[in-house]
């Protein structure tokens, strides 16, 4: 009982949507990582991660799909609640998965499973302006609320696959926008994926609340990678913003320490992670 009252003193106090907070406003890199089951969430917690994102890339590292349009709430909920159960340091994120809020109170319905049944503390959703009621219509419910831009792997059959976006100068502008917009809306955190790196900066600098970059260059407030692209678990061709930690280490768990320590320390994302 009481066990975040209980930790608030501890030498590593859970990690809250404040942290973050007060993690951009001291300038503190935020380091993230995915991760689907609770063995690897105990080693993620110990290498001192500071979010931890149950993905619907688990439909392609875990499950062997080609994208993540086949993953299901009932999927996302099955790996938070085993994730849940490793962690106790991390802030918990969990992705709404495709097709799972297409309507606010359908948005509303699968966020609560996801905090309840799942156990996570903040949900994700791939965004753009027509998802604005959506955040905000959570927001008022008291569900904290990350938003996906840029890259949006639930859309690649509409964008026609897993490529940059936001080099074209009207798209960067309406990226730009819609990142204000959903901040207004209510959106506690704002994720960039696969966006040329001074995008990543620009929106980073016109926000007030955390911005996460997976593959938005280094002026981002933190970092997301997959889990096995970090362990080099991954196969074949990989995006160029992935880090390949196990070169030299002697344990995942060493791995995982080399990642969180690149991003605090500002050598990861390298010029040879990020996109022009």
């Known amino acids: 009982m009481y066990t975040q009252l209980q930790m608030r003193g501890s030498a590593r106090p859970p990690v809250s949507l404040a942290t ?25 917690d110990e290498a001192d ?9 688990l439909g392609m590292v875990i499950q062997g799909h080609q ?11 099955y790996h938070c609640r085993a994730v849940s159960r490793g962690l106790q340091r991390p802030l918990l994120m969990a992705d709404l998965p495709f097709a799972s809020f297409p309507s606010k109170n359908e948005a509303l319905a ?31 419910h008291d569900i904290a609320v990350c ?26 502008e309406r990226m730009v926008a819609d990142a204000k917009a959903l901040e207004a809306a ?20 016109e926000l007030q609340v955390p911005v996460i970059g997976i593959g938005a260059g280094p002026g981002t407030n933190g970092q997301i990678l997959v889990l096995y692209d970090v362990l080099d678990i991954t ?35 390298a010029p040879e992670h990020c996109f022009a």
């Open 20 to 44: 973050l907070h007060k993690m951009r406003a001291s300038g503190d890199k935020i380091a993230c990582l995915t991760c689907y089951d609770a063995s690897f969430a105990v080693l993620v």
């Open 147 to 172: 938003a996906h831009l840029g890259l949006k792997p639930q859309s690649v059959h509409k964008t026609g696959g897993f490529r940059v976006q936001g080099r074209e100068s009207d798209v960067a």
């Open 67 to 77: 994208t993540t349009v086949p993953v299901t709430m009932d999927d996302i909920v």
């Open 235 to 269: 196969t074949g061709r990989k995006p160029r913003f992935v880090m390949n930690c196990m070169d030299g280490t002697g344990s995942n768990l060493e791995g995982l320490k080399r990642y969180v320590r690149a991003v605090k320390d500002g050598s990861y994302p």
């Open 110 to 140: 699968n966020s609560v499973r996801l905090m309840q049944e799942g156990g996570a503390a903040m949900v994700k959703l791939e965004t753009g302006a027509g998802q604005i009621e959506i955040v905000e219509f959570l927001a008022n």
């Open 186 to 205: 209510g959106a506690d955190v704002i994720l960039l994926e696969c966006i040329p790196s001074e995008l990543g900066t620009r929106i980073t600098n």
């Open 49 to 57: 991660a500071d979010v931890v994102l149950v993905g619907d890339s």
